[in-house]
Structure formats: C-alpha cells, structure tokens
C-alpha cells in the first residue's frame, strides 16, 4: 500500500504559477510511474502528465505541454508538478496517482491521493 499527499493548489490569476507536491508514504515510491490527473466541476477525470520511476521519461497530454513538468525526488519519496502560464481552464482538483507503467488511463493507477484544489481566475 502507497498512501499519497497532495499539497500546493491554491487560488491564482491567469499567467501565475504554481508548483503542486506529492508525497509518498513509502520508499518503495521508487518502483512506481506517477502520474497527475485532473478533474474539473462536471467532467471526467484527465490525464495531466506522467513520469517513469526513473525520471527519465516523461508524457504530457496536449493542453498542457510547454506550460506543466513533472518531475521527482525519489530520495524524498516525492513528485513535483510545476505549472506556468496557468489557464482558467487549468481550474480542477488535481491527483497525484502511482502504475507500474507509464500510463494515460486512470483505471492503469493502483494507488490515488485525495487531490488538491487549483483554481484559476482571469
């Protein structure tokens, strides 16, 4: 079992930053993918982004490539999603989730924080 925290979300204007953390309970965080997942008031839950257990391959979903990275610590059993030129679209509770691949889908994800709240005005 891999328990999740989010944290970082918050309340920002359109062009902001933020950076979102993911902290894993257990050094065996190192075996896992992790990814980020989004979803806004009335949609599905979305893909964000995806890193390997190594940190040396990374896959974005479209609407947010060139603005979002995601990356790891895995010394410090923690994931990092750094998210410039945020959008208003970009506004959706976000989760950090762990595969044992790199994967897009949610039903891929064994384990799931409990999200944290983006919020974007414009």
């Known amino acids: 079992q891999v328990q999740l925290v989010e944290s970082g979300g918050g309340l920002v204007q359109a062009g902001d930053s933020l950076r979102l953390s993911c902290a894993a309970s257990?050094?065996?965080?190192?075996?896992?993918?992790m990814g980020w997942f989004r979803q806004a008031p009335g949609k599905e839950r979305e893909f964000v982004a995806v890193?390997?257990?190594?940190?040396?391959?990374?896959r974005y979903a479209d609407s947010v490539k060139g603005r979002f990275t995601i990356s790891r610590d895995n010394a410090e059993n923690t994931m990092y999603l750094q998210m410039n030129a945020l959008k208003p679209e970009d506004t959706a509770v976000y989760y950090c989730?762990?595969?044992?691949?790199?994967?897009?889908?949610?039903?891929?994800?064994?384990?799931w924080g409990q999200g944290t709240q983006v919020t974007v005005s414009s």
């Open positions: 890193i390997h257990w190594s940190g040396g391959s990374t």
């Open positions: 257990r050094r065996t965080f190192s075996r896992y993918a």
């Open positions: 989730a762990a595969s044992t691949a790199i994967a897009t889908m949610t039903s891929q994800y064994y384990y």
